[in-house]
């Protein structure tokens, strides 16, 4: 991913959290409580898939990118569609920190290091929510 990708997305994610009303100045783990009562479908695949699709996600096996749902629709099951948010996790390691902490660094832009957390945050909680054994066994219809 670009610096200019990750700063966008950076501030794309600020916007969303704006949106929904969510404050960055707030604890990290209360803005993440917050985030998941709010955030629509919409905004979660466009920052999921953002992140993906800039950080050029693909599969080992077959070279397919993570760009969309039919994507992933083709290559994961209820069974492991977990590892697709592990995967974003590397992304946001991978192409968001290392920018976030250079900004910091070479400009002093510190409001990046509430960005991160909040972005692990909301990956890490999404991941536990996939993996909890009751939210597999629900049937939504879909």
């Known amino acids: 991913m670009s610096a200019f990708d990750a700063i966008h997305f950076n501030l794309r994610v600020a916007e969303i959290l704006a949106k929904h ?25 466009e920052l999921l898939f953002t992140l993906l ?3 050029r996600a693909q599969l080992v ?4 990118f993570l760009d ?10 209820a069974a492991n569609i977990a590892d697709v948010y592990l995967v974003a996790l590397e992304c946001l390691k991978l192409s968001i920190l290392p920018v976030t902490a ?6 002093g832009l ?3 290091g509430t960005m991160q ?7 890490s909680a999404l991941l536990k929510t996939l993996t909890e054994p009751s939210a ?5 219809g879909e």
């Open 21 to 45: 009303g969510i404050s960055q100045v707030e604890s990290i783990l209360s803005m993440s409580s917050k985030i998941f009562g709010v955030l629509n479908r919409e905004d979660h695949d």
């Open 102 to 107: 250079g900004l910091k660094k070479n400009i």
């Open 61 to 64: 096996d077959n070279g397919e």
């Open 53 to 55: 699709a800039k950080s």
């Open 110 to 112: 510190d409001t990046a």
């Open 68 to 77: 969309s749902w039919d994507a992933v629709n083709t290559n994961f099951t």
């Open 117 to 123: 957390g909040a972005m692990r945050q909301l990956f």
């Open 136 to 140: 597999q066994n629900l049937s939504s």
